[in-house]
């Protein structure tokens, strides 16, 4: 008796066309889940590249057109792992077809693309979700659960930054393969879609909507070579983006990401402040949550480091034995069996479309504020 | 042959009255200054507890008016260790007298305050300094030391925060003994002139002038019971302030602080990202510096954490062998070190009364960014 | 054009059985093995549990008896994954048989035991290879490359430990399913073969062999239920185990092993120190190497805190981008890797039986050195 | 109404002159003592330094003659803090001359030499002890806290190392000013008796007597030059030394010093292991304790950093205020308000000399472990 299949049609074959077919993959090995998902097929403009990507995660076929992936019957799924500026018209697209969609984050270039995307899923009503992958975090769960279960009581404070090195030299180009991150027609936006929408997904899973924004961004370096073009055009996008937060529960928030923090590679640390107790997340250290609890006794009292990796910790019973710890990329096999598992269940599996939308709304006022250097209500809070 | 004698009297006898007591009895034993500095007078309205005080210190006499302390032909110092409404009208009559004079921080309640007592000190030509203690742990002024040699290159990013969490207890009262930092009318503002201003005073140290802030600040707690009159009254003061700024040299800048931070004492912090190299360091760990040399080869990049302990470390050859490790209250024995060698050779040790003010214009700008929810020039800047 | 395929039959369906299984899953989708391959074999007495690993895994056939596997034709390797009392058996008439064999650690019981082994297999002249798989830790091969390159100088110092916390209740019961480790006949030894044994592996791959021993092991609980004969029995393993070792290049050794070190579920932990630098590692944050340098400027020197996330350290241009970090098991990914790589080079990949029977006689020697009191000299030294 | 006073004459005047001749200074200051210790007379046989000593920290008067200062009626207390070779002479005089008794450590250079020290001082029924610091370092006196409390219940491991790295180089001498510690004639031994002293006194204190031991020693540079002969001459200490311990509790012990870790000044750690929790410590932290419960809620199990700087941990609230730190000078300030406390209470403060006998015995027994190649039972254990 084996389990119903259900067809994978993936648009991209970057990195997260990586991450995403790796998490396919793997997920039934380590999860009992009701689907069995099957690679269908690959697309991408580039036949060879989308060939020699085919053959090496075992897809059963390849399309060129996004459009011919929407209209095969046996594809149930269709995963949106391409540029941002792609995502709202096939994301679109499938949902009328009445595919399930998954996207990749952002969901539009910006919260107007969003809000065409959300719609559309909705009127067709199809399963679909955002791959915030860092609510599946097994630490980041973890730190859910306890916020759910009122540990951390009235809460102060949130912070969260997300700062990487990458883009220091004036030499890297802009756009094209590899770099279209950096072409602000492509990606949106630069940090503020890239790495704030990460830790604003998170802020508001767990501390819940964004009043209001005061914010700053910055292009440190104003012009680089086009990959594309081949000529040095603007950047247009932002290198650093800066915000400060009025959450609707009356705490503050202070935000901060930047690909210009040397010495890091990718460190999205949070921290959110209750009065009864107090937790702090790092990605580089991505297997722990440290956890200040006030009720301890006084003189015993201290920052607990907690190493996830118990078979009682979120996820991890799926995995090896207490101690032993898992990678980046666990993270995308926990959001597919929850995804598997919603589908099933006729849940839709969060961050859906509409609460990737609720991001995008931050970050377009977060924009705003830096344009406008004024506080702006973040809209639909 | 015994060293010239320098006379100091101090107002004051709460907490800052003892970590300058403390420094001004330890620094001839470890540093070779060129003034034996003698506890001469201890001012304060409250007879009895300075007496007390007078006799757990070793001072020679005892004032309860300050402006008799500083009519005294014997005094050669005023060293203000009182709370912060005091501050002006003290140090602009020492000042008036002839007396170097030492002000605890923040100088003035507000830059208005701040720039007559400045007037004063300088019409008067007089030595004065104020203790932002923190430029003198070690680990600091090592980093001071890199910026000047040039070792982080163009920075792009400061970011500092100072966390509490002593007053989220609702029962806490404001005002009188121990509790004045909680009194607006006292002390002026609430973390931002508490906290920030030291987060301030060594980022501009560091990395120079602050040109323009956003802000926001918080009282989370909106009434308690007054000391003084015993009654509930409204909170006057900023329980949270956070603050978005520009420096002038094109570097961003990201500022916190708190006492509503649940498991955290006293954590300041404090970043600072170069082009070629970075710098961290934290209170709650003061004896270390982290630094990341992006000239390092490449495999082997990494944070270093340096132990500041070595003889060729500033300040530490006077203290113990490497690997032992000093406390806070070093900090005011470095600068009362610097203030004695400076007073002989004729150099106004920093930070001056006139640094202070800088500080004090950019507090006032952050007070009136969050008033107005909008960006303020720093004035001077 | 396909690869060439590699049939695996594997023994065992425990924890080792699943780490192999997503070794050899995965490995030729992230790197580029010179050999598909195919998961052909699983081999393990109780049929049901064997089919239900079959079904999971994908494993093209079930075999109830390991000498049926080793007959068939169709299989190249034999990949012993069942507890330590059936190594012997099964390694000997695999190689006799002319398969590849793989097996976890330790090879033998003792080294009696795995002298026979390899032995035939060298007789045999078959690839042979143990699953030490901390070797392939990044940070563990990046320090190799850095002993290799003569980074530390003369070394002085070796120390390991490994601790552990899973035995501390009385309650446990020893032997059967998932708890053979405690059965002293199916085991050979507690946490002499079970835990140091990968500390001496990886200390003489790093430092050399070991020349003489002295030790000490305790049993802490003495009696504990047999699961399989569900009486109360005395218990044959070592708790701990922790001893001082000279090393032939003049170091000196310190290590220890346990499952009663409260707080610690797998915190294998190695510090080398060298005349020139030093060198530390912690199974619990695997993706960072501690590197001390002599050579840096001596203001600025300080453990550096490498993480190991970078497309040039051993291995990881393979998996994601830098800063984001792998797991536990994708050691077992890289030595698969190696392992094929090395099959189609000719070249048998390190650690050989041999290298295992090396490791076995200083495992001999510590359990002899603590029985008897005195120093031991490690046979083959 | 002042308190009696307590007069000092201290032998010595290098690091350990300084440390002992700062905290009776500062003691008053801090602590609520029943004498206020006066710095009567320092007593070193080279008169220039011992003036320049004197006048720098306060001295009354100078002796160059032990015999001469123990005559003196107006001396209370003979505190020692010259080498080794002088500790059992003079404390023996002193002892018999009836005056109170503090001695650096180790108390002699043997077990020999200490018996005869305690047979003095009990003879005499003086006042004695022996300045082990780190007992009074407040994280290690809340671990003994926790130990007395019966927190950690059955204790299982004991570890402890104390790593330096001054003497890797060939070029520095043997013997002279400052250098007596590698002049085995002078100290007795290396680093067992300089650190592992510290160590083992720490470990008895919380865990109780060692048993038995086996141990290893080294001397790395065989032959240096000697400051007082000019000569080279044979290094007769032990550069490094390691030992297996067993407890009369049942508990294992692995202890390890040395001189040649490069990249450690004085890392001293030690953690302890119990059946219901665990703690460590480390010197190049020491404001902080782990501490490990497991009676913690399974799933928010970790170990808690505790910032030891509360008012209601050991020693702190003579301080400054919760956050800020102490350091190393301070451990010596805790031994003096404590044996002031004690001298009128008339109980013998801790660690006796006879406490510190019981360590001369493990050191002794190290020593022979380590020449002998077996196991040592520990004198009086």
Redesign the interface.
Same mark, same amino acid.
Do not use: C, M
């Given at each position: 008796m084996s389990k119903p299949r259900l067809n994978i049609g993936i648009v991209g074959y970057g990195?997260m066309g @990586?991450?995403h077919s790796?998490a396919f993959?793997?997920v039934?090995?380590f999860f009992d889940v009701p689907y069995e998902p099957v690679l269908k097929a690959i697309c991408a403009r580039n036949r060879a590249r989308a060939e020699s990507f085919q053959q090496?995660?075992g897809y059963d076929s390849v399309e060129t057109d996004w459009k011919s992936l929407i209209e095969r019957k046996d594809i149930d799924v269709i995963d949106i792992a391409s540029p941002n500026d792609t995502h709202a018209e096939i994301a679109i697209a499938a949902a009328r077809a009445g595919k399930a969609v998954l996207s990749e984050k952002p969901l539009g270039r910006n919260a107007t693309e969003s809000q065409a995307i959300v719609e559309a899923a909705e009127k067709a009503g199809v399963p679909n979700m955002v791959w915030y992958n860092y609510r599946r975090v097994p630490a980041v769960s973890?730190a859910k659960d306890l916020v759910n279960e009122g540990k951390l009581g009235r809460v #102060?404070?949130y912070?969260a930054?997300f700062?990487?090195?990458?883009t220091?030299s004036s030499d890297l180009p802009q756009g094209g393969e590899g770099l279209w991150r950096l072409d602000a027609r492509v990606a949106g936006s630069g940090v503020t879609g890239d790495l704030l929408a990460h830790c604003i997904d998170t802020a508001m899973w767990l501390n819940g909507p964004v009043d209001s924004v005061?914010?700053?961004t910055?292009t440190?370096i104003k012009e680089r070579k086009h990959n594309l073009t081949g000529k040095i055009e603007p950047v247009g996008i932002d290198d650093?983006s800066? #915000?400060?937060a009025?959450f609707r529960n009356?705490s503050?928030g /202070?935000f901060?990401a930047?690909r210009?923090? @040397?010495?890091?590679?990718?460190?999205y640390t949070l921290e959110m402040?209750?009065?009864?107790?107090?937790i702090i997340w790092d990605?580089?250290?991505?297997h722990?949550?440290q956890? #200040?609890?006030?009720g301890?006794k006084? /003189?015993?009292?201290? %920052?607990?480091?907690?190493?996830i /990796?118990?078979g009682?910790?979120p996820y991890m019973k799926h995995? %090896?034995?207490?101690?032993?710890?898992?990678?980046?990329?666990?993270t995308f096999i926990h959001q597919a069996a929850d995804f598997l598992s919603g589908m099933a269940g006729g849940i839709v599996p969060a961050p859906t479309f509409r609460d990737a939308l609720a991001t995008d709304y931050v970050t377009d006022a977060v924009l705003a504020a830096a344009k406008n @250097?004024?506080?702006q209500k973040v809209a639909g809070a």
């Open positions: 990195f @990586r991450t790796n993959r793997q039934s090995k090496n995660w973890l #102060f404070h912070r930054k700062l990487q090195d990458w220091i005061a914010a700053v910055e440190f650093a800066a #915000f400060l009025r009356g503050l /202070t901060e930047t210009y923090a @040397r010495g890091h590679k990718a460190l402040n209750g009065a009864d107790a107090s990605l580089s250290d991505l722990r949550l956890y #200040f609890d006030h301890d006084g /003189t015993l009292r201290g %920052w607990r480091s907690i190493h /990796t118990d009682d910790h995995w %090896w034995v207490p101690g032993l710890q898992i990678g980046y990329e666990h @250097r004024d506080w």
